[in-house]
């Protein structure tokens, strides 16, 4: 908890003979395990009512999920992208993929470098888009 290895704690323990001297150190020892017995009490008391007032419930949870040293943002988004998910709007989606499939396959098709042209649906007819000079 305070990572101090023997040797710092020895120097701890002569510093406090001699600043605090031993005349006065059991005294402060002694306060020092109240102290520690309090916080263990308050510690328990605080789980106990926590247990109470959460019931039957807080048995069922999985506290290792709600640890923030188990967030992982790449595997976040990978888990996002390949669920399954609602399809793709339009008449051009036959193959039955899902949006996050389809993002995942594109994504995948221009790192490997696939020509644009091979990820265009076969609804879209070849050639320049159409331009309408007086619209824009």
Partial sequence: MFDINGGELLIIVVLALVLIGP?????????????????????????????????????????????????????IVREALLEDGPLLPGPGNRSGRTAA??????????????????????????GPAPFDADAT
Avoid at 121 to 126: D, G
């Fill in 101 to 126: 499939r389809t993002a995942a396959a594109a994504a995948g098709a221009a790192s490997a470098g696939v020509a644009a042209a091979a990820q265009r649906p076969a609804s879209v007819p070849a």
């Fill in 23 to 75: 005349e006065r150190l059991p005294q402060y020892a002694a306060q020092l395990a109240r102290l520690v017995r309090k916080l263990r009490a308050f510690a328990a008391d605080a789980r106990d009512r926590v247990t109470d007032e959460l019931g039957p419930e807080m048995a069922d949870v999985d506290w290792s999920k709600l640890d923030p040293r188990q967030y992982d943002p790449r595997r």
